[in-house]
């Protein structure tokens, strides 16, 4: 009687020790479970960047100068950059700003922009690819294609010049046909701010396109030679290049 009892104690302690196992294991499995689960690493939310958001800039007509330049930024956070630049005969005026725009409730194409420091308004339309300033009132201006402002594509410029920044916007995209064989020009606006102490001269030979096959294409400049650009100051110029369509724009490099 005492043996059983004794086997009966023993069987008991081993399925003690037997269920504590269990219990550890499984307690064990729980924990690497949720370790494992804290270890996979979070996917990035993907953020869908509006369509609006970008660089717009063209001429526009100027009553008191000879042209205007507008180049307006907008950004995804609802802030924008605005920078005028008025062209006289003899001298240039450049007036920066910058504030937050809102939509309007009623037409989701109307923008108001606001500046910071003078809380002015001004109004905008925005379009497809474009945006078109309006008066006071809201109103297009007469001959209002000649206001369109469209979104332009900032292409990388490989720079040899010293104290010179050079910035370079895709200003027109077109087809063109030339002893049967059919070429894109494209025409990029050129910003260059000459920040040396000397006047800059800057030739057509001096910019070259080069494509994505390593292609090298010679620019023309419109009002080419560019009058010799004074120390501290900038200059802007229309720069075309023409090459074949199965070749694709890399970047632009200066000598």
Same mark, same amino acid.
């Given at each position: 009687m005492i043996i059983?009892?004794?086997?009966?104690?023993?069987?008991s302690f081993?399925?003690?020790?037997?269920?504590?196992?269990?219990?550890?294991?499984?307690s064990t499995s729980s924990v690497n479970e949720k370790f494992n689960l804290s270890?996979?690493?979070?996917?990035?939310?993907?953020?869908?960047?509006?369509?609006w958001v970008g660089h717009y800039q063209a001429f526009i007509p100027c $009553?008191?100068? &000879? *042209?205007?330049?507008?180049?307006?930024?907008?950004?995804?956070?609802?802030?924008?950059? +605005? @920078?005028?630049?008025?062209f006289f005969k003899h001298k240039t005026i450049q007036k920066e700003s910058s504030g937050t725009f809102t939509f309007d409730e009623k037409n989701s194409n109307l923008l108001q922009l606001m500046d910071d420091k003078t809380q002015q308004r001004r109004y905008f339309s925005l379009h497809a690819h474009s945006?078109?300033?309006?008066?006071?009132?809201?109103?297009?201006? $007469?001959?209002? &294609? *000649?206001?369109?402002?469209?979104?332009?594509?900032?292409?990388?410029?490989?720079?040899? +010049? @010293?104290?010179?920044?050079?910035?370079a916007d895709l200003f027109k995209s077109e087809k063109i046909e030339s002893n049967g064989i059919t070429s894109t020009q494209l025409t990029y606006f050129f910003e260059i701010n000459n920040q040396s102490d000397q006047p800059l001269k800057l030739r057509d030979s001096d910019i070259i396109l080069v494509d994505n096959k390593n292609n090298e294409h010679l620019a023309t400049i419109k009002n080419n030679p560019i009058s010799p650009i004074k120390s501290n100051s900038t200059q802007h110029a229309l720069v075309v290049f023409i090459y074949p369509d199965s070749s694709q724009p890399a970047y632009i490099k200066i000598k």
């Amino acid at each position: 009687m005492i043996i059983m009892k004794q086997a009966m104690i023993t069987l008991s302690f081993f399925a003690l020790l037997l269920s504590s196992g269990c219990d550890n294991k499984n307690s064990t499995s729980s924990v690497n479970e949720k370790f494992n689960l804290s270890e996979q690493p979070s996917q990035p939310i993907q953020v869908q960047i509006p369509s609006w958001v970008g660089h717009y800039q063209a001429f526009i007509p100027c $009553k008191t100068c &000879e *042209k205007k330049l507008v180049s307006i930024r907008l950004h995804q956070n609802k802030t924008y950059s +605005l @920078k005028e630049i008025s062209f006289f005969k003899h001298k240039t005026i450049q007036k920066e700003s910058s504030g937050t725009f809102t939509f309007d409730e009623k037409n989701s194409n109307l923008l108001q922009l606001m500046d910071d420091k003078t809380q002015q308004r001004r109004y905008f339309s925005l379009h497809a690819h474009s945006i078109e300033p309006l008066d006071q009132d809201k109103n297009q201006f $007469k001959d209002f &294609e *000649k206001y369109q402002i469209p979104q332009v594509q900032t292409i990388q410029v490989n720079n040899a +010049l @010293k104290y010179v920044d050079i910035e370079a916007d895709l200003f027109k995209s077109e087809k063109i046909e030339s002893n049967g064989i059919t070429s894109t020009q494209l025409t990029y606006f050129f910003e260059i701010n000459n920040q040396s102490d000397q006047p800059l001269k800057l030739r057509d030979s001096d910019i070259i396109l080069v494509d994505n096959k390593n292609n090298e294409h010679l620019a023309t400049i419109k009002n080419n030679p560019i009058s010799p650009i004074k120390s501290n100051s900038t200059q802007h110029a229309l720069v075309v290049f023409i090459y074949p369509d199965s070749s694709q724009p890399a970047y632009i490099k200066i000598k």
